[in-house]
């Protein structure tokens, strides 16, 4: 484009009035959440910049954002972290230029080639643990936030849910409702799902008589969730409540117990993390922890303003709330 998207370009692709986008963009109350985002989204596509930063170069943030097969079920939880970093990054009029990329740890020759395309203000890394290589790059960049993700060694401003506590919260709830034999079922090991598994260990812990059993499932494949299922069938255990560490490993073990025969809740009790949109489809709806994406976009666009602002500050880690989901999957347990 020639010039700089404005609001009544914005307007004008938007179906609505200038006011209507004035509004939209300077967060005022009246207007639905659908149309702010479907405004956000058109703006930011349009290159439409808040007014406000004449006499400084156009403020770019390069979000790497993961895409991995890994994490196919999960894009509708990507998809609402990136929808509340575009929201926020137009209010503060920020530039969010998003890279989807394929691998769980970003090649550094991406990262490289990027950087001499097109010079950012800021790195945001959006489910991806950075590499040492990465890493070390990042360190001398200095402007970079990571979002779902933590960096054990505080090098870097990080935000994601408080997973220790949903972890906890999880595995509460199946306490609650009297199981006390339960089983986590992982994913792969990074910084956030970690935590999640700290959360489950401190629950039972702190549950007397409440035993806890383990076990990892790569990518949450359909034959894993069977394996573990038929090993409870053959009575090789004898877990009656389980938390997964996500959304999608809940959805595939419920769909494993019913091949097996197992009734869920009546027989097995199921809890998940994130609240995917297919957990709202599941019948009984699936019981899980909520996970406030829109939250966790905006605190990362403003812990990002916040380290262009001074790129020397000390590394600020921050936590989201997280809520549960009752559903319908967890069912007051009864020794038969």
Same mark, same amino acid.
């Given at each position: 484009m020639d010039r700089s998207a404005n609001?009544?370009?914005?307007?004008?692709?938007?179906?609505?009035?200038?006011? @209507?986008?004035?509004? #939209?963009?300077?967060?005022?109350?009246?207007i639905s959440e659908d149309v702010r985002l479907k405004i956000s989204k058109i703006a930011q596509e349009l290159g439409y910049r808040a007014r406000g930063d004449a006499g400084q170069a156009a403020r770019v943030i390069r979000a790497y954002v993961t895409g991995n097969a890994v994490t196919g079920g999960l894009v509708p939880f990507y998809n609402a972290i990136v929808e509340g970093l575009n929201t926020a990054a137009l209010t503060a009029g920020l530039i969010l230029e998003i890279r989807l990329i394929q691998d769980r740890i970003l090649d550094p020759r991406r990262f490289d080639r990027d950087a001499e395309e097109v010079v950012a203000a800021g790195t945001m890394l959006v489910g991806i643990d950075p590499s040492p290589e990465i890493a070390a790059r990042l360190i001398a960049q200095k402007k970079v936030?990571?979002?779902?993700?933590?960096? /054990?060694?505080?090098?870097?401003? +990080?935000?994601? /849910?408080?997973?220790?506590?949903?972890?906890?919260?999880? @595995?509460?709830?199946?306490? #609650?409702?009297?199981?006390?034999?339960?089983?986590?079922?992982?994913?792969?090991? $990074? /910084? @956030?799902?970690?935590?999640?598994?700290?959360?489950?260990?401190?629950?039972?812990? @702190?549950?007397? &008589?409440?035993?806890?059993?383990?076990?990892?499932?790569?990518?949450?494949?359909? #034959?894993?969730?069977?394996?573990?299922?038929?090993? $409870?069938?053959?009575?090789?255990?004898?877990?009656?409540?389980?938390? +997964?560490?996500?959304?999608?490993?809940?959805?595939?073990?419920?769909?494993?117990?019913?091949?097996? &025969?197992?009734?869920? /809740?009546q027989d097995i009790s199921v809890v998940g993390f994130d609240d995917l949109p297919a957990a709202s489809m599941m019948s009984p709806r699936l019981s899980t922890v909520r996970v406030d994406c829109q939250a966790i976009g905006a605190q990362a666009i403003a812990l990002m303003l916040r380290r262009l602002g001074d790129p020397e500050a000390g590394a600020v880690q921050a936590e989201c709330g997280v809520s549960a989901v009752a559903g319908g999957t967890i069912l007051q347990f009864a020794s038969r």
């Open positions: 609001q009544m370009d914005v307007a004008r692709a938007a179906g609505v009035s200038v006011s @209507t986008v004035s509004r #939209a963009l300077s967060n005022q109350p009246g936030v990571l979002v779902n993700t933590f960096d /054990p060694e505080m090098r870097f401003d +990080c935000v994601g /849910p408080n997973n220790f506590y949903g972890g906890a919260l999880a @595995t509460n709830m199946l306490i #609650a409702a009297g199981h006390r034999s339960l089983l986590h079922v992982r994913d792969h090991l $990074r /910084p @956030t799902t970690f935590q999640r598994h700290l959360g489950f260990q401190s629950a039972v812990a @702190t549950a007397p &008589g409440t035993q806890g059993m383990v076990v990892d499932a790569p990518d949450a494949t359909e #034959a894993i969730m069977l394996d573990i299922v038929r090993q $409870r069938k053959a009575q090789h255990t004898d877990w009656t409540g389980v938390y +997964c560490v996500h959304d999608l490993a809940a959805i595939r073990l419920i769909h494993a117990l019913e091949a097996e &025969g197992f009734r869920v /809740p």
